[in-house]
């Protein structure tokens, strides 16, 4: 098994990047992240201001998987993630969904512990450490490893947990993966624009589907797929995950528009990933009772 460690680390996902490491299909591979502030805060008075804003949203790597083709599917299986004790999360002023409301910059130390995020004296929350950030090089030349789209990024969806499996379209060749930016546990919506923010590891299997690829990132976990679409609002965004769901629909039953549309009312939900990264992030969630992974590439 290779290890990519944490200091192979990169600020935007692009076919530029000389590789961290080299893999083939099947090949499982360990990667270590930082936190998403780059580790650069260890206490409650360490103030935003000391914050060196080129060195946050890192992600690991990029790793080149051998075969790997634009055009082609990477399939990412998270296998196990194990993060630190310590954690944090902040405020940041002008960020976050209220970000109109004036507030102060903050930090809130947390530790994970036997199964719990410990928030406050007698609060805690379950722990259910999950990957904000991941994804390959894009076809354009460079987007910041803060931001998101199609090729994945930053996306922050709470269901990326261990057991998860990921599917990725390959833009560029050896596909260049990276993930960082893991959370100790993350509501749907992250609402301050930061969850708990913690350094870890995880166990990630790679595997290639040739010459087929979804338009937007898919996840399958819990007898669902889900398809991870993003936009300039939370409209957009969740025209483009229906639009998506709809023509997944059509394939999977050789059934018209309309057909379609309508059953998509009946079986797909609209769940919020993120409302607080550069880009709106909305789920469209379809039980495999009704999709195969077949309709969702073309
Ligand atoms: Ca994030």
Redesign the pocket.
Known sequence: MKTVPRSKVIYSFSSQHKPAEHIKPGEIVLLETED?LGGQIKNEENSLDVLDWSKV?GATGPIFIEGAEPGDTLAVEILDIKIDEKGLIVTVPKHGILGEKPFKPSTKMAITKDGYVHFDEGVRVRADPMI??IGVAPESDEIPS?SLGRHGG?M?VKMLTAGTKLYLPVFVEGALFAAG?M?AVQADG?LCV??IEVAGEALLKFNLIKNRKPKWPILEAHGSFAILACGKTLDEAASSASRAAVKALMREYAWSFEMAYMFGSLTVDLEINQVV?PKKGVRAVISKEFMSLDSLLT
């Open positions: 998403a949203d904000g950030t803060g930053n922050d930016d959370h992250e930061s969850a990264d």
